[in-house]
Protein backbone atom coordinates (compact mmCIF):
# COMPACT_ATOMS: atom_id res chain seq x y z
CA UNK A 1 0.00 0.00 0.00
CA UNK A 2 1.58 3.35 -1.14
CA UNK A 3 1.81 5.55 1.84
CA UNK A 4 2.96 9.30 2.25
CA UNK A 5 3.13 10.64 5.47
CA UNK A 6 3.89 14.24 6.23
CA UNK A 7 4.82 16.63 8.59
CA UNK A 8 6.74 19.75 9.46
CA UNK A 9 3.49 22.43 9.14
CA UNK A 10 3.02 24.90 11.42
CA UNK A 11 2.44 28.65 13.21
CA UNK A 12 5.37 30.74 11.78
CA UNK A 13 6.14 34.34 11.47
CA UNK A 14 6.79 36.74 8.72
CA UNK A 15 10.34 36.40 7.36
CA UNK A 16 10.74 32.99 9.43
CA UNK A 17 11.71 29.29 7.53
CA UNK A 18 9.87 25.75 7.55
CA UNK A 19 10.68 22.67 6.38
CA UNK A 20 8.09 20.29 4.92
CA UNK A 21 8.74 16.15 5.15
CA UNK A 22 6.85 13.78 3.52
CA UNK A 23 7.74 10.28 3.77
CA UNK A 24 7.25 7.25 1.75
CA UNK A 25 6.27 3.49 1.89
CA UNK A 26 5.07 0.91 -0.28
CA UNK A 27 6.82 1.58 -3.82
CA UNK A 28 10.38 2.29 -4.85
CA UNK A 29 10.85 5.88 -3.85
CA UNK A 30 14.18 6.34 -5.71
CA UNK A 31 12.35 5.77 -8.55
CA UNK A 32 9.29 8.25 -8.85
CA UNK A 33 9.08 11.57 -9.65
CA UNK A 34 7.82 13.84 -6.67
CA UNK A 35 5.99 16.98 -6.24
CA UNK A 36 4.78 19.81 -3.37
CA UNK A 37 0.95 21.64 -4.58
CA UNK A 38 -0.79 23.83 -1.91
CA UNK A 39 -3.87 24.67 -1.52
CA UNK A 40 -4.86 28.20 -0.28
CA UNK A 41 -8.37 28.13 1.81
CA UNK A 42 -10.91 28.70 -0.51
CA UNK A 43 -9.21 28.28 -3.43
CA UNK A 44 -7.79 26.09 -5.52
CA UNK A 45 -4.46 23.89 -6.38
CA UNK A 46 -1.76 25.20 -6.94
CA UNK A 47 1.69 23.66 -8.39
CA UNK A 48 4.43 24.38 -6.04
CA UNK A 49 7.47 22.22 -7.18
CA UNK A 50 8.26 18.73 -8.60
CA UNK A 51 11.88 16.51 -8.29
CA UNK A 52 12.35 13.86 -10.58
CA UNK A 53 13.83 10.70 -10.06
CA UNK A 54 17.36 12.15 -11.03
CA UNK A 55 17.03 14.93 -9.04
CA UNK A 56 16.36 17.76 -11.54
CA UNK A 57 13.99 20.00 -10.03
CA UNK A 58 11.18 22.35 -11.10
CA UNK A 59 9.43 25.08 -9.71
CA UNK A 60 6.70 27.33 -9.77
CA UNK A 61 7.48 30.65 -11.04
CA UNK A 62 6.28 32.51 -7.74
CA UNK A 63 8.53 29.70 -6.05
CA UNK A 64 11.54 30.08 -7.42
CA UNK A 65 14.27 31.55 -5.03
CA UNK A 66 12.20 31.15 -1.55
CA UNK A 67 11.24 27.47 -1.74
CA UNK A 68 13.84 24.29 -2.52
CA UNK A 69 12.55 20.62 -3.24
CA UNK A 70 14.60 18.10 -2.67
CA UNK A 71 14.73 14.30 -1.72
CA UNK A 72 16.96 11.51 0.60
CA UNK A 73 16.10 8.36 -1.30
CA UNK A 74 17.66 6.50 1.41
CA UNK A 75 15.11 7.73 3.60
CA UNK A 76 12.29 7.63 1.38
CA UNK A 77 11.65 11.07 2.13
CA UNK A 78 10.86 14.59 0.18
CA UNK A 79 11.60 17.95 2.08
CA UNK A 80 9.68 21.22 0.88
CA UNK A 81 12.24 23.88 2.51
CA UNK A 82 10.23 27.34 2.82
CA UNK A 83 12.28 30.71 3.46
CA UNK A 84 11.28 34.27 3.42
CA UNK A 85 7.64 33.35 4.19
CA UNK A 86 5.20 35.62 4.09
CA UNK A 87 1.21 35.40 4.68
CA UNK A 88 0.58 34.41 1.10
CA UNK A 89 2.09 31.30 1.69
CA UNK A 90 -0.07 30.33 4.29
CA UNK A 91 -1.56 27.34 2.83
CA UNK A 92 -2.11 23.52 3.29
CA UNK A 93 0.87 21.92 1.51
CA UNK A 94 0.16 18.28 -0.20
CA UNK A 95 2.81 15.98 -1.29
CA UNK A 96 2.27 13.77 -4.35
CA UNK A 97 3.57 10.81 -6.37
CA UNK A 98 4.44 11.27 -9.99
CA UNK A 99 3.19 8.09 -12.73
CA UNK A 100 6.99 8.13 -13.63
CA UNK A 101 10.36 8.68 -13.07
CA UNK A 102 10.10 12.19 -14.50
CA UNK A 103 7.17 14.65 -13.61
CA UNK A 104 5.45 18.25 -14.61
CA UNK A 105 3.10 20.38 -13.03
CA UNK A 106 0.58 18.48 -14.15
CA UNK A 107 -1.86 17.22 -11.37
CA UNK A 108 -3.38 13.99 -13.69
CA UNK A 109 0.34 12.52 -13.26
CA UNK A 110 0.01 12.46 -9.41
CA UNK A 111 -1.81 9.31 -8.66
CA UNK A 112 -1.07 9.33 -4.59
CA UNK A 113 -1.07 12.11 -2.43
CA UNK A 114 -0.21 13.25 1.17
CA UNK A 115 -2.87 14.48 3.52
CA UNK A 116 -1.53 17.60 3.99
CA UNK A 117 0.50 19.41 6.08
CA UNK A 118 -1.02 23.45 7.05
CA UNK A 119 1.45 25.93 7.21
CA UNK A 120 0.12 29.46 8.74
CA UNK A 121 2.60 32.77 8.33
CA UNK A 122 1.81 35.26 10.63
CA UNK A 123 2.35 37.38 13.47
Known amino acids: EVQLVQSGGGLVQPGGSLRLSCTAS????????MSWVRQVPGKGLEWVSTISHDGSTYYGESMKGRFTISRDNAKNTLYLQLNSLKSEHTAMYYC?????????????????WGKGTLVTVSA
Open 96 to 112: AKFLGAYGSSYYSGMDY
Open 26 to 33: GFPFADYA
